[in-house]
């Protein structure tokens, strides 16, 4: 299912890209999946149940953190496979497995500032697939921010980055106490995403 | 049931009662702190929204704590007093709360000028929602706060544009 786009070719200019990218490491992909598998891919999804979730940071529908149908099992296996060596020698982190869950956010979803970053949880980089969606959504950017430390205190986050949930659209991002991002509302359509985390 | 026998219902203490305050004087008090100036808070890990921290409403406030003394059977004082106004896109996070020592009442008057859906407190109890107040203009909520409980105020959404919430949050002690 999972097969490099060419631009993973060159791993040492991916690199650079990673750590020279504001305001904080990330890399986007388009074009990620060849659009022949993506059917296969919309399929698998369209099996995998969905529930509810709120709480003071977000409203979204998504899958449970383990998937339920062995489809997703074995995409979330396989994406974990594909990427986890060419991202550990481009980040300069040991990667070795990854969760994966579908979510969707319709109108008035949404995904507050925060930064993943979780003593003792081993999250090592965060990752979003945009999937193609029936209704392209209006809003819901990835938003990442700059945070200003005075210490390990953050006292001032400003937006630095708005990223559009581009359909068939990667992104990687590092994980870290200042790696603050949010998923803007969706203010239409339908914006549907399988994302998670790597781990050493 | 009354505003007192609901108070003392569950062991967590809490009650919402409606049109405490009417539009008149709820338009005049918000016209008031607009001249006081609202503070932008912006640590948006923790929260966004205005803010007025010196509440100039000694009146108000000191029948507030009469009405929160009535309902409660406690004898209670003003011992903090602000107000948060929440624009579309707002919110108060949890993390942004803090415990506080003994058991103060937490009183909430709302301020707003209309409905808005969905912009609610919650209040939790070991993160578990066991209060939700709505938006409801005019209204008042009394809960007991303690060390396990934690309060945030949920996401305003852009979808309703021109949305106001004003809330008066006075923290009440013996």
């Known amino acids: 299912m999972w097969r490099l786009v060419s631009s993973f070719d060159d791993e040492a200019r991916l690199g650079e890209t990673w750590r020279a990218a504001t305001p ?5 992909f388009d074009d990620f999946v060849p659009v022949e598998v993506l059917p296969e891919l919309l399929a698998v999804l369209e099996e995998e149940p969905v529930d509810r979730f709120e ?59 925060h930064s993943d970053h979780e003593e003792g949880v081993g999250r090592a980089l965060a990752y979003a697939y945009y999937v193609p969606s029936p209704e392209p959504p209006l809003g819901g ?23 559009e949930p581009r359909s068939n659209r990667l992104v990687v991002f590092d994980v870290s106490d200042v790696s603050l991002h949010q998923v803007r509302e969706v203010l239409g359509g339908l914006r549907v995403s399988l994302a998670g985390w790597f781990y050493p | 049931m009354s505003a007192r026998e609901s108070w003392t219902a569950t062991p ?29 808070y912006a640590l948006l890990d923790r929260g966004s929204y205005d803010e007025v921290k010196a509440v100039g409403e000694a009146e108000l406030l000191e029948a507030l704590a009469g009405v929160a003394g ?64 709505p938006s ?15 309060c945030n105020h949920t996401y305003v959404s852009k979808l309703h544009a021109g949305a106001s919430v004003v809330r008066l949050v006075v923290l009440l002690r013996e």
């Open chain 2, 136 to 150: 409801a203009p005019g209204s008042l909520s009394l809960v007991e706060r303690g060390p396990t409980v934690l």
């Open chain 1, 24 to 28: 904080f490491p990330h890399l986007v």
């Open chain 1, 55 to 113: 709480g003071d940071i977000f409203a979204f529908e998504a899958s449970r953190p383990v998937p339920r149908t062995a489809e997703l099992l074995q995409l979330r296996d396989s994406f974990a496979e594909t990427l986890a060596g060419p991202l550990s020698r481009i980040t300069d982190k040991m990667l070795r497995r990854a969760d994966m869950r579908a979510f969707a956010y319709r109108p008035g979803h949404f995904l507050l500032p």
């Open chain 2, 12 to 40: 967590m203490p809490a009650v919402v009662v409606p049109h405490a305050l009417g539009e008149g004087l709820a338009a005049e008090a918000r016209a008031r702190l607009e001249r006081a100036g609202y503070t932008r």
């Open chain 1, 141 to 163: 950017e990835l938003e990442l921010f700059t945070c200003t430390l005075e210490g390990r205190e953050v006292v001032r986050t400003e937006s630095a980055l708005l990223i």
């Open chain 2, 70 to 133: 009535e309902i409660t059977g406690r004898s209670l004082v003003v011992a903090e007093s602000r107000v948060l106004r929440l624009l579309p896109g707002d919110y108060v996070l949890l993390r942004h709360d803090r415990v506080h020592e003994g058991r103060p009442v937490e009183l909430v008057l709302d301020l707003s000028p209309a409905v808005v859906p969905g912009a609610e407190l919650h209040y939790r109890h070991r993160g578990q929602v066991f209060f939700t107040v």
